[in-house]
């Protein structure tokens, strides 16, 4: 399997939520995606 997954930056800064965390980016490029 080979892609590239976009993940979006928060813009704002009270922005709470992530849009992936580092353990879940890992687990994608295990995957072979970049």
């Known amino acids: ?3 590239t997954i ?3 930056r928060e813009l ?3 922005e709470s939520r ?3 965390s580092p353990d879940t ?3 994608l490029v295990g995957l072979g995606f970049e």
Do not use: Y
């Open 25 to 27: 980016v890992k687990r």
């Open 1 to 3: 399997m080979s892609g």
């Open 6 to 8: 976009f993940i979006p």
């Open 18 to 20: 992530v849009g992936a």
């Open 12 to 14: 704002d800064a009270i």
